[in-house]
């Protein structure tokens, strides 16, 4: 199934700053499978993950408008036509 | 009721919304958490556009490294109070308008009796347990948030109207932990110039906020994003999780 991600801000400069529509596994997929695609290096790693196998908490990552935390967290699972926006923490003033 | 030096100050901006659009504005009160980066850019806009009373809170004392981006304080006001720098600079820029200032840290504890009677917030902080707390009362006193953050030449804005829009921890459950991020002059000029433009239209009753939107600016590629948002049901400050 086909769903659309797109990085915010800082993480562009890591994934790159257009909206990407990737294939992913249907009946199943869920928001830390999508980020272990993504992550198909060690510098994209590095932002994305605290250790090995946990995204840090307290990333936005947002799917059709709702943040994770609000959903299944990081074991949301995945639908056709999802919209992923994936924003680091901004936080100065 | 405007004077006719007040009619003149004003004249380029009254030709857009009249001059009782402007009397809206001077009768506008408008509590800013923050005399820094953003607080610096948001105060200096509302403050020229006729915003007749302002509360400033902050506790700080000018610093040498703060002066990249903080430009209400100068080199000479190392070592003030912030927020008697930045009274200073608002009251000579408009001596018409009200400037409140309270050396204080907004905390949970505090904030509800610092804001007041003061019809909006605007969030000019540099952690997330102070938007946090913010947030609250503004919830409980059922006014508008406008929130903006900033890091290197990204920043991000969003104005929030207790009731009707996702909250801020409807979009921002968790806090990010504490850091001192990298931070450039134009980064808050931009945003606190975008919150304050908020700040105006809402008072003016005008054009289309940020409602349910996250806009990210992106200074490095001069581009914005918007972040499309929603309330959250279960949000433990505004939805069923509410205590």
Known sequence: MRIKVKFLATFKEVFGGEEKEIEVAAGGSNILDLLNLLCD???????IFEHSDKPRTYLQIFKNRRPIQSLDGIHTKLEEGDVIVVVPPVFGG | MLT?????RYRRQ????????QGELKKAKVFIAGAGGLG?????????????????????IVALGNLNRQILHWDSDIGKKK??????????????????II??????????????????????????????ALNKTALTKKIPLFHGAVHGFYGQATTIIPGKTACLRCIFPEAPPPAVPPVIGVTTGIIGCIQATEVIKYVLGIGR???????????LNSQIDEVALTKNPGCEDCGRGAR
């Open chain 1, 41 to 47: 290096s060690p510098q994209r790693r590095q932002r």
């Open chain 2, 4 to 8: 006719k030096a007040e009619v003149e």
């Open chain 2, 14 to 21: 009254i030709s857009i919304f009249g001059e009782e659009g």
């Open chain 2, 40 to 60: 610096s850019s948001i105060s200096t806009y509302l403050t020229v556009a006729g915003v007749g009373r302002l509360r400033m809170v902050d506790y700080d």
């Open chain 2, 83 to 100: 927020l008697e720098s930045a009274e200073e600079k608002l009251r000579r820029m408009n001596p018409n308008i009200e400037v409140e």
């Open chain 2, 103 to 132: 050396s204080e840290t907004i905390d949970k504890s505090s904030v509800d009796e610092l804001v007041g009677d003061f019809d909006m917030i605007v969030d000019a902080m540099d952690n997330f347990d102070a938007r946090y």
């Open chain 2, 209 to 219: 906020l940020l409602e349910n939107r996250l806009l990210v600016w992106d200074g």
